[in-house]
């Protein structure tokens, strides 16, 4: 098992480009299907998820390589719409191939979805909206068979709640369904727009994305183009975490300010001086930081539930009680026991977490539980006192490219034990 070694309390100063997203880069990897001839996606990052996501992409018989952060697709030769149990489980993403290869090839087999265990992930509203849009779908033994008797037909459709997951899956199949789709209450999160300038890109005609209501009118054909993948701002509050808990001073560029908003205001909150231009943010922070009143995660433009975990690290030295209540997952807290275990003092009852503010935190063995959470424990130990290894790395590298080799370049002792 993997580990992170890190000998915390240097305080991190310097600039880091900020990778490309994974939330972003899995939907169009899954997109380049529908395309004709080669698509180039530029800033794909070399992360464990997007590397399975190719995988898939070959397992449908769609050319697809890798070479420094560039990924090339072929989906010329693409005639599978089988994707293996195995592939689907290895992350919860998978299942935006669904409205991908139904969209190329009106009929799809695939499994439930894999992925980080935050409490149940149901994919209810994606077979309900692809239902919508003409599908049949028959369910046993944990594979679901999806066929389009009459073929993909755009539909009017209202989500219950702002999925990120089934927006994406709707945009994916009714791009070349006949006729036109609207998506009421469509998630609005930056990466849907990123999906969606994507597939214009392409030649397809989509209309609203990042607003609550998306049109689409179905087009014949999408061919391929070049595109570059747009900054993971989830990575750059990971960065900024980390800058808060050693009280240091990070320039993070490539970034895309206006989607880190939610995010920014958290940590001026927290008494960090944030100076934001564009596609650059600067951020100093001076120990100790002030806890926040309440903080909620909600879908985009609140506060990201991907940033909870790396957020709350940052949050167990800060001067007094802080709250935080996840909206999104039912058990996205499990970082909290091992930041225990680095002497924070969190309590958490149902959704809520209270983190009253401790002096410092201690090195100690802990364990990544998921990706986030893992990223957080990550943060905790660079603030803490001492030496910490943080166990489980293979969660860190689903969503972090060399996360050593980033930390490191601006001052953390950190290194990676095999
Ligand atoms: C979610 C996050 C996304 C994040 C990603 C990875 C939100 C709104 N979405 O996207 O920002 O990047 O996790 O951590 O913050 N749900 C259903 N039925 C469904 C689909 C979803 O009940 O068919 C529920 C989920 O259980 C959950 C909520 O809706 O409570 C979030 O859904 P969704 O946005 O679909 O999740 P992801 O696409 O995984």
Do not use: W
């Not at 529908?34 to 180039?40: A, K, M, N, Q, S």
């Amino acid at each position: 098992m993997q580990k992170l070694i890190i000998n915390g309390g240097k305080r991190l100063c310097g600039e880091i480009r900020v990778q490309g997203a994974k939330n972003s880069a899995l939907p169009l990897l899954a997109g380049c299907l529908l395309t004709d001839g080669r698509t180039v996606l530029k800033r794909c990052p070399e992360l464990t998820d997007v590397f399975a996501a190719c995988r898939i992409l070959n397992e449908l018989g769609c050319k697809c390589s890798f070479r420094q952060g560039t990924a090339t697709t072929d989906a010329d030769s693409a005639a599978g719409f089988r994707i293996t149990e195995e592939l689907m489980r290895e992350m919860r993403s998978s299942i935006v191939f669904l409205g991908a290869v139904l969209g190329r090839h009106g009929r799809c087999e695939l499994s439930y979805p894999g992925g980080c265990e935050l409490g149940p992930r149901p994919i209810d509203m994606h077979l309900s909206a692809l239902r919508q849009l003409g599908v049949k779908i028959h369910e046993e033994h944990g594979r679901i068979s999806c066929t389009c008797p009459r073929g993909l037909k755009g539909a009017s459709i209202s989500l219950p709640f702002p999925s990120v997951g089934a927006t994406e899956n709707i945009m994916l199949a009714a791009v070349c369904a006949d006729g036109d789709t609207v998506i009421h209450n469509a998630a609005r999160e930056p990466e849907i727009t990123d999906l969606a300038n994507f597939l214009v890109r392409c030649g397809a005609d989509i209309k609203g994305a990042g607003c609550s209501t998306v049109r689409i009118s179905g087009v014949k054909k999408l061919r391929g183009c070049e595109y570059d993948v747009m900054p993971d701002r989830i990575a750059a509050a990971t960065y900024m975490a980390a800058a808060a808990s050693t009280g240091g001073e990070l320039g993070l560029t490539d970034i895309s300010c206006d989607d880190l908003q939610a995010v920014t205001s958290v940590f001026e909150e927290m008494g960090a001086a944030v100076y934001s231009a564009g596609s650059r943010i600067f951020i100093s922070c001076k120990a100790p930081l002030k806890a926040v009143r309440i903080i909620r995660t909600m879908p985009y433009p609140g506060f990201p539930t991907d940033a909870q975990a790396v957020v709350m690290a940052a949050l167990t030295t800060a001067r007094g009680s802080s709250m935080m209540v996840e909206n999104i997952f039912e058990s996205r807290f499990r970082h909290v026991d091992e930041l225990v275990r680095m002497g924070a003092d969190i309590k958490v009852s149902d959704r809520t977490a209270v983190i009253q503010g401790v002096k410092k935190l201690c090195g100690a063995n802990v364990r990544a539980h998921d990706l986030r959470g893992g990223a957080a424990l990550t943060i905790a130990a660079l603030g803490a006192e001492g030496t910490s290894s943080v166990g489980c790395v293979g969660y860190i590298d689903r969503g972090y490219e060399l996360i050593e080799n980033v930390l490191s370049s601006v001052g953390a002792d950190i290194r990676r034990e095999f």
